[in-house]
């Protein structure tokens, strides 16, 4: 729902400045854009391949890549914080998402949103409830908090199955990540959306749509289909 590439582009140059600075006070010397880079390929690996998602750890990795011991844990953490507030400052939802959001609630849906943790205990809750519309929704799962395990693990779809009070049969749902959105929720028996907006290729769901606004009109179809 939330135009992310931007604020998580922010957010590590963010970081990367705050590093540098740091580093400079400490007689080191190593400019905020090549530590961006840095970061960017740290990013990548993490959300790519191992489902990493604590930014702590990302910058743990970081310092231990450039041979930096005993970094301040507060300030490690101070660093996770200023992230998060420089991402969700600049990642504001898809102009269809409300919209479509609020078309499905008035047709009577039960909407819910599973969520992977981002490392931080609460963080990502905290996120959510920073979305205008949150309200709308019936029911959420932090995979990661909530479950043992995040996405693809099928524990959150299958939480949020029950929080609804819905077979997850007879659920929708709807993901942009090909990597994490589609197994989970197919291992529970749910139909599987992916929002193709960047080319989201890969994965096997079960149907892929261009934007949200595309949503009412599949559900609808969906439902006269059973």
Same mark, same amino acid.
């Given at each position: 729902?939330?135009?992310?590439?931007?604020?998580?582009?922010?957010?590590?140059?963010?970081?990367?400045?705050? =590093? $540098?600075?740091?580093?400079?006070?400490?007689? #080191?010397?190593?400019?905020?854009?090549?530590?961006?880079?840095?970061?960017?390929?740290?990013?990548?690996?993490?959300?790519?391949?191992?489902?990493? #998602?604590?930014?702590?750890? /990302?910058?743990?990795?970081?310092?231990?890549?450039?041979?930096?011991?005993?970094?301040?844990?507060?300030?490690?953490?101070?660093?996770?914080?200023?992230? /998060?507030?420089?991402?969700?400052?600049?990642?504001?939802?898809?102009?269809? *998402?409300?919209?479509?959001?609020?078309?499905?609630?008035?047709?009577? #849906?039960?909407?819910?949103?599973? $969520?992977?943790?981002?490392?931080?205990?609460?963080?990502?809750?905290?996120?959510?409830?920073?979305?205008?519309?949150?309200?709308?929704?019936?029911?959420?799962?932090? *995979?990661?908090?909530?479950?043992?395990?995040?996405?693809?693990?099928?524990?959150?779809?299958?939480?949020?199955?029950?929080?609804?009070? =819905?077979?997850?049969?007879? $659920?929708?749902?709807?993901?942009?990540?090909?990597?994490?959105?589609?197994?989970?929720?197919? *291992?529970?028996?749910?139909?599987?959306?992916?929002?193709?907006?960047?080319?989201?290729?890969?994965?096997?769901?079960? #149907?892929?749509?261009?934007?949200?606004?595309?949503?009412?009109?599949? =559900?609808?179809?969906?439902?006269?289909?059973?």
């Amino acid at each position: 729902m939330l135009r992310s590439p931007i604020g998580a582009r922010l957010s590590l140059l963010a970081v990367a400045k705050l =590093v $540098s600075k740091q580093l400079k006070k400490n007689g #080191y010397s190593m400019g905020h854009v090549r530590l961006f880079e840095h970061l960017r390929r740290i990013d990548h690996e993490m959300l790519g391949r191992k489902f990493r #998602y604590n930014r702590d750890v /990302w910058w743990k990795t970081l310092f231990k890549e450039l041979g930096l011991k005993r970094m301040d844990p507060k300030w490690i953490r101070d660093l996770t914080l200023q992230y /998060w507030r420089v991402y969700a400052a600049n990642s504001p939802p898809f102009k269809d *998402a409300e919209p479509t959001v609020r078309k499905l609630k008035r047709v009577g #849906y039960k909407l819910g949103i599973v $969520s992977d943790s981002d490392g931080t205990p609460g963080m990502k809750r905290k996120r959510i409830r920073q979305v205008p519309f949150h309200n709308l929704f019936d029911a959420i799962v932090v *995979a990661g908090e909530d479950t043992p395990r995040v996405k693809p693990g099928h524990e959150s779809f299958s939480l949020i199955a029950r929080k609804l009070r =819905v077979q997850p049969k007879s $659920s929708i749902y709807i993901g942009d990540n090909p990597r994490t959105d589609i197994e989970g929720a197919k *291992a529970v028996g749910m139909i599987s959306v992916i929002v193709d907006r960047r080319g989201n290729r890969g994965g096997d769901p079960d #149907y892929r749509v261009p934007n949200l606004r595309a949503l009412p009109g599949l =559900v609808k179809a969906l439902q006269r289909e059973r």
